[in-house]
């Protein structure tokens, strides 16, 4: 668990890429040491790493990044210590594959100091997707025996079904990574509320919803904007500035 960062199975790999890529400097002998140490695949990484390059080139491509070097360093990472932004990068990718936290029915235990709410087990949480079936985290997952989630929701990279179904490669996500980037949503003002893809329901003040609407309306035209003019600097536009804002604090601007 020694690269476990933002409860995030897919950040941890990240991390553990970076020093891979810090150690391989040092030559041959400590790059094999490494990977020996953390249980870690030669091949497999420089697999990835051929992977991350050639992804990095189709973006140039497509207008999406400016040319540079085969990798532009802090450049292009300017936000890759941001975990909040990298997570609502990660929903974007993943997504459908989102559920939400399911905790077992509180539980008070009597201490000399009063009635405390009692933890519950890892194995007591379960994780409820879109179609009503409940799965478990797999064993693999280096959150399998988390219990304190400060998100509600979490994202995957798969879903296995063996003697019961769970998921793994996690990711905890909050709920402004998800209504920024995920699905189709649609206001209920009535209610003070807006749904995703008409299953995942958040609270939230009318302005709140009538602003998330319009700054994906907006995001949508940007991007086309930026498809259709290479050159346009869709980085430096306010509403992507006020974005990463928004998601960095998580909705208070």
């Known amino acids: 668990k020694k690269f476990l960062v933002g409860k995030s199975d897919l950040l941890a790999y990240t991390r553990a890429f970076d020093e891979w890529k810090s150690v391989k400097l040092r030559g041959l002998v400590s790059t094999r040491k490494f990977c020996a140490d953390n249980y870690l695949s030669l091949p497999a990484l420089e697999s990835v790493n051929d992977l991350r390059n050639q992804f990095l080139r189709s973006l140039k491509d497509l207008g999406l990044c400016a040319s540079g070097g085969e990798d532009d360093g802090q450049r292009l990472n300017v936000n890759s210590d941001n975990y909040r932004v990298v997570k609502a990068c990660l929903c974007a990718g993943l997504y459908p594959n989102v559920s939400y936290i399911r905790r077992p029915e509180a539980v008070y235990q009597k ?107 907006v995001m949508d035209q940007e991007l086309a904007k930026k498809l259709s003019q290479q050159d346009y600097d869709i980085i430096s536009s306010p509403l992507m500035s006020a974005v990463v804002r928004l998601l960095t604090t998580e909705g208070v601007l």
């Not at 490669?169 to 909050?174: D, I, L, N, P, Q």
């Open 111 to 217: 201490t000399d100091h009063g009635s405390v709410l009692k933890t519950p087990h890892a194995k007591e949480l379960s994780f409820q997707m879109q179609d009503r079936l409940r799965a478990a985290m797999h064993p693999s997952s280096l959150l399998f025996d988390e219990t304190a989630f400060e998100e509600p929701l979490v994202v995957f990279h798969e879903k296995v079904h063996t003697s019961r179904v769970f998921i793994r490669g996690v990711t905890t996500v909050a709920p402004y990574q998800l209504l920024l980037f995920c699905g189709q949503l649609r206001a209920i003002h009535q209610e003070n509320c807006v749904v995703v893809d008409e299953w995942l329901r958040f609270q939230a003040p009318g302005y709140v919803v009538s602003l998330l609407l319009a700054c994906r309306q």
